[in-house]
């Protein structure tokens, strides 16, 4: 096994680190500092890009000072300017137009409002007027802030309603000295608009970087990795004769897809800033994305499951070699593996899933269904063994694997049906593959309803997974599986 | 079943829905409102606290404008204090206070820096100097962009990365003009100064909300949560005769443990900002609360593929009802179930988790060891038939079950190992327990070596999965049990 290996470099590093003291740390550290960035740089390189983008954008900002005409008509709110710029510019298009939006929409109203109550305060008189500013900043303040807690406000609005917050108090309050409320207000909202004209202008005109393109492949290569997953398991649990090493390592890609949920979550809201771009039309319906992520990611946790029997040193007590069930789980496992592979790459170039993904899908299915009715023959042809009695404790790996794999692969049927959903929406364009093998999806098509043990993927449990709209489509498909079982 | 309540209670909303129209279904909106909000604020009153306080806050410093000696001292840049108020105040004492310091920190040290470049550019000629401090603010917000990138820079010093691009550019650039840069840089360091305290004076000293006690009490939920579930899971799945209604609803509140990664981070960060309060001493160890949380939510992966044979309506194709396994099994849920509450208890009030949890590993370790060896007999008593020949499918689902609530056991004794280790910490004070039952400690201390047929957590599963520093102590506790096998 390859983990060995990785834990005695492991020791090998411990050793190496005692033996040369905390200088010689240091100044490893320091040595491979340039080395692990550029690294990352590498890893990713649409960063060094980013970076240099904001660099020109404040540098673009700058030149507000230095021209003379410029700074004429601004004077030193020109600062605002900058200030715009560093905090508007976001790393993809959507969290940049939604913070710039944000920013001047929430500057405009709260500007109105400020100057209204400081207009208001004025005729109340020089007593009344700091009592009355103070009173609508308290009240403001707190019922702004407590908007903020609603989770749709802090998915969409969330900075726009702290600006709004901090320029109601900054016109309200400030104006109580400066009788200049109005001009200052008109240069404030002008550099703002420039500063957030300036941060929008490069980050869409100079190497874009679309949210909905992140979260649209992100999800694709989710789907991907349990594909990985599934395709290596068979051969690593059996361990197949003459498959030569093992890549332990190789299988343990799906982790991220266990915790990804929070960051497809941010993908899709700033993707809704995004105009069309690409393959995606206006109203791409990125909401929808979420809904395959809980999918895939549902079928990462039984993954995550499986993948405990990997390590179990149990597995080799099965009795189970070379027979029948062995075969099968492998094709469940491999066959589901590249089922998810064909939809995510479907997916990610957005072309119908059609034939291959489908005939993967009924092979597996066909698995599944040959294990259960050789499960139902009898028990001793499982175990392998000629005698009557059977020692379940010895098949009880291998039952719980094959269970399992039998639920991966009504995900993998779950994921197909969102994913060609998904290529039903009106505002979505999948090229339409070509039909080379349409018995194949014609068959997959009516496969479900020979489902096999484990089809415990209900309504109620979609339902309550699903983020916060009724998904009654899939709802209605798998209540019909259900009903098939 | 409760659900199919759940959804004819839907479908009669929805007919409501219909009949009343667009303007009804605005005006219900409206009329909802206020009760929703109210119920917001009952469901975390905290919140309703924070949003007086942050107005209270911003009514403080805009003292500042009111008092003449204030105004005269700090003018125009008084706004500055508000600006900062506003930013840095955050729901948390250790959020707010990292923003503070990131704030206070990166101004001071952009401030210099700027005026450093200033000085030099000053000295390059008229000419010279637009290009020096052009090629400088491009450099310095380009790498600083980057820098940002860094997850670890991310986590703790993002704030204070942004404020250091845009301080250094509001003094170096606006420096060009002002030569009373000094100056300009004293007030507004000292207004952020006046904010910034204010901000930490109100968030510390009225009802503070400390993130490494949510932090503390999120872990210790998130543990009782799964232990409802194992406690609720037994009867259900059962249908026991006589157990009334069933609550499937009931038994979704592990859902979200499903995805507190994040959020558990986030927490982890603000918290090292904290001082010590109230039982938790300066050097808390907090980081190690993420890796209790990410066995936590393993063991939530394995409850979430248990929970899909909650619904599946193949259970009642069981022919081993009113036998020793349903017995088992049973008791394997529901004893790991309250040990797991136990230990969340335990964690919550910080006692020296002792006899009672201890106790329940032992019973429920048993039932496992129990069942191991029932099934090592024969396949005949456990299909609950009288023949020879079993049929192998019906009990598929049952031996899955049975695996599965094996390994969860098993997560629930590294649950207890891991708050054992919490309290064993340096700078980490648990109440000691009154130890009522000191064999069944001394017993479930021991039956670690008894472990049943799917021990599969391994060092090498675990130090991947856990966060980025080795968990030498938990890994060779693990060492041990598989060895053991």
Redesign the interface.
């Known amino acids: 096994m390859a ?1 060995p290996a ?2 005695d470099q ?1 020791n090998h590093n411990d050793a190496e680190n005692s033996s040369i003291g905390y200088c010689g740390k240091v100044m490893n550290k320091v040595v491979e500092f340039p080395r692990k ?1 550029k690294k ?2 590498q890893d990713d390189p649409r ?2 890009v ?3 983008k ?3 954008a ?2 673009l900002v ?1 030149l507000l ?2 021209f003379q005409p410029f ?1 004429n008509g601004l004077g ?1 709110t ?2 605002w300017a ?2 715009t710029v ?2 508007v510019f976001e790393f993809s298009v959507g969290a940049t137009l939604g913070r710039g939006l944000n920013r001047i929409l929430a500057t405009f109203l709260a500007g109105a409002l400020g100057f209204g109550v400081h207009h208001l305060a004025n005729l109340s008189g020089d007593i009344a007027h ?1 009592i009355l ?2 009173i609508f ?7 702004v ?2 908007i903020r ?2 989770p749709r406000m802090k998915a969409r609005y969330d900075y726009g309603l ?1 600006i709004f ?2 320029t109601f ?2 016109i309200s ?2 104006g ?3 009788e200049e409320i109005l001009e200052m207000a008109h240069k404030r909202a002008s550099t703002i608009l420039i500063g957030a004209f300036i941060a929008v202008f490069v980050c869409v005109f100079i190497c874009p970087v679309w949210a909905g393109e992140d979260l649209h492949n992100s999800v694709a290569k989710n789907i991907e990795k349990l594909g990985s997953f599934l395709e290596g398991f068979g051969v690593e649990y059996f361990k197949v004769v003459g498959s030569g090493e093992s890549n ?1 390592a190789h299988l ?1 890609g799906y ?1 991220s897809v ?2 990804s ?2 960051s497809e979550e941010t993908q899709a809201n700033f993707a809704r800033w995004e105009p069309r771009h690409g393959r995606f039309r206006y109203r791409h319906p990125w909401r929808y994305y979420l809904k395959i992520g809980n999918l895939t ?2 079928c990462a ?2 993954i ?2 499986l ?8 597995q080799t007590l099965l009795n189970i070699q070379n027979n029948q069930v062995q075969e099968l789980c492998m094709k469940m496992s491999s066959e589901s593996g590249k089922a998810l592979k064909e939809l995510a790459w479907a997916l990610k170039t957005m072309t119908e899933p059609c034939s291959a993904a489908s005939s993967h899908i009924t092979k597996s299915r066909a698995a599944a269904n040959n294990l ?1 009715s050789m ?2 023959t ?3 042809a ?1 175990a392998g063994v000629g005698g ?6 010895d ?3 291998a ?2 694997v ?3 794999l039998s ?1 991966i692969v009504a995900y993998a049927e779950a994921i197909e049906k969102s994913i060609q959903k998904l290529a039903s929406f009106q505002h979505v364009q999948f090229k339409s593959a070509e039909r080379k093998k349409p018995t194949a999806l014609t068959s997959c098509k009516t496969s479900s309803s020979n489902v096999g ?9 979609l339902a ?2 699903q983020v916060q709209e ?1 998904n009654k489509e899939i709802g209605s498909k798998f209540q019909r599986i ?1 009903s098939a ?1």
């Open positions: 983990s990785v834990r492991d960035l990352f740089g960063r060094i980013h970076s240099l904001v660099g020109l404040v540098l700058s000072y230095y700074y030193d020109a600062m900058i200030l560093v905090v700091p500013i103070g900043v308290f009240l403001l303040a707190a019922s802030t407590f807690f609603f702290l917050i901090l108090c900054l309050v400030s109580y000295r400066d332990l343990q982790f266990l915790n949920k929070q990611r549902q946790y039984r995550d499951t993948s405990g029997y990997l390590n179990s040193e149990v259960k499960l139902r009898n028990a001793a499982v009557d009695q059977v020692r379940l404790l098949i009880v790996p039952v719980t094959a269970s399992l639920e043990p484990h089809h415990v993927i209900t309504m109620d449990r309550s997974l009724s259900r079982v």
